[in-house]
C-alpha cells in the first residue's frame, strides 16, 4: 500500500464498518459522493475491487477483506481510528456480523443472550441465521459458524467449542396414554417415535435415534429441531431433543434420564477474516455465553435409579 493516501485508506475503513456510502460520509463529515470518489481513487491504486454493491449497501470483496485487516492494524497503531470507545474503553464496532448456528442452538440458547451483546456493540448489526444447516465461510456467507463437526477442508479455523447432551423426552399425556418405557428395548416397536427424516438430514451427526437403542427409526419425522419439540410437547410422542430445548420446556418429561448420547459444537472463522475487530468480538461473546451457560449444554447426569 505504499503511496496510498491515508484519508482512502480511512475512507475504506469507514465504509467497511458502516456498510454504506453515506452512512460512512455523515460519520467523516463528508457527502457520499465524497466518499464514493475517495473508494474508486483507492481501488484503481491497487488495481482491485474492495466492495460489492447489494440492496444492504456496501459488502466487502475477499480482497477487501484482507485490505480491512491490514488498514485496522494501521489504525490502531496510529491512533487514527476516530470513533468513540464503548464502556470497555475499545473502538465502537459497525458493521454487519453473521453468524450461522444450527436451528436448535440459534433458538433455544444464543438468541436469548443476544441482548447483552447488542448493548455492548450499539453500532453492530448481527445476523442470527439459525436454519437446518448453514451457510459457507469460504463463499462470504457468513462470518462466523457453530458447526456440529470440524470442517475437513477450506481455509478455516476451527476450534471445538462445547459438548453438548441430547436425551429422549415425552409430555405426560403420552406417557400416561401408552406408558412409560422401563429399558432402552421398550420403545421397540411400543412406542411412536419422533424425529428427522433420513434423506432430508443435513449432517451425520443428527443421526443419533438409534443410538439409544439399536434399530430405531421415526414414525413422526420432521426436519425441523423445533417442530420435533412441538410434535413431543404435543403428546405426539417420543423423541431426542438436546438437554438445551428439553430441559428448557417444564411440559416434558426425560424418557430413560440416565441414558443419553453426546455430541459436540465447533467454532468456526475463516482464515482471511478472523481477526477482523467483529468477528473477533462475535467469537468471544459465543465463547464466553458458552463458558458461563455450559451446565445447559451438559447438564450433570442423575443418581442411577432416579
Aim: one cysteine or more; glycine letters at 10%; charged letters at 20%.
Amino acid at each position: 500500500m505504499q503511496g496510498t493516501d491515508w484519508s482512502d485508506l480511512q475512507a475504506f475503513l469507514a465504509i467497511a464498518r458502516a456498510g454504506q456510502l453515506s452512512r460512512a460520509g455523515r460519520a467523516m463529515g463528508v457527502d457520499a459522493t465524497t466518499m464514493g470518489r475517495r473508494l474508486r481513487r483507492l481501488e484503481a491504486r491497487l488495481g482491485a475491487t474492495l466492495f460489492e454493491q447489494t440492496r444492504e449497501g456496501q459488502v466487502l470483496t475477499e480482497t477487501g477483506e484482507r485490505l480491512l485487516v491490514q488498514v485496522e492494524a494501521m489504525a490502531q497503531a496510529s491512533g487514527l481510528i476516530g470513533e468513540s470507545s464503548t464502556a470497555a474503553g475499545g473502538p465502537q464496532l459497525a458493521g454487519t456480523l453473521r453468524v450461522s448456528v444450527s436451528e436448535g442452538f440459534g433458538s433455544w440458547f444464543l438468541a436469548r443472550l443476544i441482548p447483552e451483546f447488542a448493548v455492548r456493540h450499539p453500532g453492530l448489526t448481527l445476523d442470527l441465521v439459525a436454519s437446518s444447516g448453514f451457510l459457507s465461510l469460504s463463499k462470504r456467507e457468513a462470518d462466523i459458524a457453530v458447526m456440529l463437526s470440524r470442517p475437513k477442508a477450506g481455509p478455516m479455523l476451527a476450534r471445538k467449542l462445547s459438548d453438548y447432551a441430547l436425551r429422549l423426552y415425552a409430555s405426560p399425556a403420552y406417557l400416561a396414554d401408552c406408558g412409560t418405557p422401563i429399558r432402552p428395548a421398550d420403545l421397540a416397536g411400543n412406542h411412536r417415535l419422533v424425529g428427522y427424516i433420513p434423506d432430508l438430514i443435513y449432517a451425520p451427526e443428527l443421526r443419533y435415534l438409534d443410538e439409544f437403542h439399536p434399530g430405531l427409526s421415526p414414525q413422526l419425522r420432521s426436519s425441523s429441531i423445533n417442530a420435533q419439540h412441538q410434535l413431543i410437547a404435543a403428546g405426539a410422542g417420543i423423541g431426542a431433543l438436546p438437554c438445551f430445548i428439553g430441559d428448557a420446556d417444564p411440559g416434558l418429561v426425560p424418557v430413560l434420564p440416565v441414558r443419553r448420547i453426546e455430541r459436540s459444537f465447533w467454532l468456526v472463522t475463516h482464515r482471511d477474516t478472523h481477526q477482523l475487530a467483529r468477528i473477533r468480538a462475535g467469537k468471544d461473546w459465543i465463547q464466553a455465553a458458552v463458558q458461563q451457560h455450559r451446565e445447559v449444554l451438559l447438564p450433570p447426569l442423575p443418581p442411577p435409579g432416579a
